[in-house]
């Protein structure tokens, strides 16, 4: 069965301090998981793709791949682009519509570190360089909170100054904190969208409501042999189970080996 695999990031930097770690990976470790998606012989997908098999009624391709960022961080430019670049890894960046050049004050209003956001030259120019680029709202806002004419502004106002800025369509779109409720994703679709990422975990299969993709989260502390373990079973924590050193203990112990 057709199976997709959606990878998401924040931060490819070194962290600031120990609240944001998680959402930091090193640009080092970043490029070598790079390196492996554009050897490990999967396809390699960006959403604009998707949405064309969609519309065209075909099939995505069989365990694909398609990374995806947050919030429009400004490392990306330096840390993230040469390396999505010199592996030829498609990706998608999802960015806040009224906050370009400023700092993520969704965060750092929260007692994690302030960090400053692409500009809109800075994301013209990924956007020329090949990156997909989506909406993650006007501010920000956490959706299940809003009413409709708020969801409407941060929704559907977003994608139209998203596509004034850049002069091209925007169809893809990610819930900020992950928060949505049926109100949201509903607005998601009526203002035109094709795709919207959630932040639940877990492969996408053929029958997925595109307007609920689940993604992978990357975390700082991966090392590149979890990366390889996250995208063969689909799941941001590994259980138990799945960590082969444990398991073979286990089976030792059953069989009286150890
Ligand atoms: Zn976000």
New binding site residues.
Partial sequence: MSRLIILMYHIVDHSLDATEAKYCCLPDRFDAQMHYLAHCGLPLVSLDQLAECRRQGTAWPDHGIAVTF??GFADFHANAMPSLQRHGVPATMFVVTDRFGATNDWMHTREYPKRRLMTLEQLKDIHQRGVCLGT?TRS?ACLPELNQAQLDTEIRDSKADLEAAIGDTVQHF?Y??GQYNEAARNTVEAAGYATACSTRSGFNRADVDPFQLRRIEVYGSDSLARFQKKLRFGVNDMPWYFTPRYYLKRVGQKLGLN
Avoid: I, N, V
């Fill in positions: 947050d919030d993650h920000h990610a900020p904190f």
